[in-house]
C-alpha cells in the first residue's frame, strides 16, 4: 500500500514560494509563470510592490523577468521578504 500527503497551499503561499526560490536564481521570476499562479495584472501589481528596488536597480525587469541585481546579492532577502504578501487572518 502507497501512502501519499497532499498539501493544499493557498495562492498566496505558491505565490511568495515563487518569489523565494525564483528569485534566488540569475533567472528570476519569468512573467509567465507568475501569470499561471494569479490574473494577468498581477504582475504589474508585483512590480509596483518592488518599485522602490526597480528604482534603486537592486531588481531588474529584462526580457519579462524580475531579477534581483548581481551587485545586491547580499541584501536578496530583504528583498525577497518586502514582495512577500501576508494573507489577513
Same mark, same amino acid.
Given at each position: 500500500? *502507497?501512502?501519499?500527503? &497532499?498539501? $493544499?497551499?493557498?495562492?498566496? $503561499?505558491?505565490?511568495? %514560494?515563487?518569489?523565494?526560490?525564483?528569485?534566488?536564481? +540569475?533567472?528570476? *521570476? &519569468?512573467?509567465?509563470?507568475? %501569470? &499561471?499562479?494569479?490574473?494577468?495584472?498581477?504582475?504589474?501589481?508585483? +512590480? %509596483?510592490?518592488?518599485? +522602490?528596488?526597480? $528604482?534603486?536597480?537592486?531588481?531588474?525587469? %529584462? $526580457?519579462?523577468?524580475?531579477?534581483?541585481?548581481?551587485?545586491?546579492?547580499?541584501?536578496?532577502?530583504? *528583498? *525577497?521578504?518586502?514582495?512577500?504578501?501576508?494573507?489577513?487572518?
Amino acid at each position: 500500500m *502507497i501512502i501519499t500527503e &497532499k498539501e $493544499d497551499i493557498s495562492i498566496n $503561499d505558491r505565490r511568495n %514560494e515563487l518569489i523565494m526560490t525564483s528569485l534566488r536564481t +540569475k533567472w528570476g *521570476i &519569468k512573467k509567465s509563470d507568475w %501569470e &499561471k499562479l494569479d490574473h494577468p495584472q498581477s504582475w504589474t501589481q508585483l +512590480k %509596483e510592490q518592488g518599485r +522602490k528596488y526597480l $528604482d534603486s536597480k537592486d531588481l531588474i525587469c %529584462e $526580457d519579462e523577468r524580475l531579477v534581483i541585481n548581481p551587485e545586491s546579492w547580499f541584501r536578496a532577502d530583504g *528583498i *525577497i521578504a518586502d514582495l512577500f504578501r501576508v494573507d489577513a487572518l
